[in-house]
């Protein structure tokens, strides 16, 4: 699942408008609804840990999970620089191992998508149960079906800035449900002063609600809430993301 070995390089650069403090502020408002006030918390696909590192700011302990070296270099770097003790852990999210339980795992920016085979995300859903102190939460979000055919769809998206540039090609298949984005990147050099050329495929798959609840109780945890992103409301037709609410009920011996 190593999709960001040079993009990582800036995906900070491209995300600056990404409002992560929103969705940090939505997190919150979901954990004071299902009454989880946690102390110790797991990121899984953290990225370049721009949300592991505004909950540690908050003074949660944070774990952050990926399995992108590049991306977690970068989310080192954060740590340091915020005088932050954060720990960043090189894992698949399929097969992730901690020391211990925590009290809530989260998942968001549609890191779940990645895993393309249902019997995978069953694995990782598993993963989290055991995990998951009694009651812990597990919050995540998955793009959408309508997302992938009719707001990315065939479209190409650019951007250009001196830093570096991108060339964001998708094609989606209705068949397989498999997003495919095509990253075409132009890196400057700062020494060499010219720009480099990577190329990287990233594929995602998209869930009905209906698999990822499914698959959530054979993992055996208790479906909470469904919402339509960064709302309290129910999934609509258009919704391009979703958020899952789920919970810890008992693990069996």
Same mark, same amino acid.
């Given at each position: 699942?190593?999709?960001?070995?040079?993009?990582?390089?800036?995906?900070?650069?491209?995300?600056?408008?990404?409002?992560?403090?929103?969705?940090?502020?939505?997190?919150?408002?979901?954990?004071?609804?299902?009454?989880?006030?946690? /102390?110790?918390?797991?990121?899984?696909?953290?990225?370049?840990?721009?949300?592991?590192?505004?909950?540690?700011?908050?003074g949660i302990e944070?774990?952050?999970? +990926?399995?992108?070296?590049?991306?977690?270099?970068?989310?080192?770097?954060?740590?340091?620089?915020?005088?932050?003790?954060?720990?960043?852990?090189?894992?698949?999210?399929?097969?992730?191992?901690?020391?211990?339980?925590?009290?809530?795992?989260?998942?968001?920016?549609?890191?779940?998508?990645y895993i393309l085979?249902?019997?995978?995300? $069953?694995?990782?859903?598993?993963?989290?149960?055991?995990?998951?102190?009694?009651?812990?939460?597990?919050?995540? +979000?998955?793009?959408?079906? #309508? &997302?992938?055919?009719?707001? $990315?769809?065939?479209?190409?998206?650019?951007?250009?800035?001196?830093?570096?540039? #991108?060339?964001?090609?998708?094609?989606?298949?209705?068949?397989?449900?498999?997003?495919?984005?095509?990253?075409?990147?132009?890196?400057? +050099?700062?020494?060499?002063?010219?720009?480099? &050329?990577?190329?990287? $495929?990233?594929?995602?798959?998209?869930?009905?609600?209906?698999?990822?609840?499914?698959?959530?109780?054979?993992?055996?945890?208790?479906?909470?809430?469904?919402? +339509?992103?960064? *709302?309290?409301?129910?999934?609509?037709?258009? *919704?391009?993301?979703? #958020?899952?609410?789920a919970r810890e009920?008992? /693990?069996?011996?």
């Open positions: 699942m190593e999709s960001y070995k040079n993009f990582a390089q800036v995906y900070d650069l491209f995300m600056k408008e990404v409002p992560y403090e929103e969705w940090v502020k939505y997190i919150e408002k979901i954990l004071k609804k299902f009454n989880c006030k946690p /102390k110790l918390m797991v990121e899984l696909g953290c990225g370049t840990g721009t949300i592991t590192t505004l909950f540690a700011k908050k944070m774990i952050g999970i +990926d399995s992108s070296e590049n991306m977690l270099a970068i989310a080192k770097e954060k740590a340091i620089k915020n005088n932050l003790d954060i720990l960043y852990l090189l894992q698949d999210m399929r097969e992730f191992e901690l020391y211990g339980t925590v009290d809530c795992i989260i998942s968001i920016c549609d890191s779940l998508n085979e249902e019997e995978e995300v $069953l694995q990782t859903f598993k993963w989290v149960n055991n995990y998951l102190n009694p009651k812990g939460l597990f919050i995540f +979000d998955l793009n959408t079906e #309508y &997302k992938y055919k009719y707001i $990315l769809g065939e479209n190409t998206f650019a951007e250009n800035t001196k830093e570096a540039s #991108y060339i964001w090609e998708n094609f989606y298949s209705e068949e397989e449900k498999i997003n495919e984005y095509r990253l075409t990147l132009f890196i400057k +050099d700062k020494e060499k002063n010219y720009y480099n &050329k990577f190329e990287e $495929l990233h594929y995602e798959k998209m869930y009905s609600i209906e698999t990822i609840t499914n698959l959530l109780k054979q993992a055996g945890m208790e479906v909470l809430a469904v919402y +339509d992103a960064y *709302s309290f409301e129910k999934p609509k037709k258009d *919704s391009e993301r979703v #958020y899952f609410v009920k008992g /693990k069996k011996s």
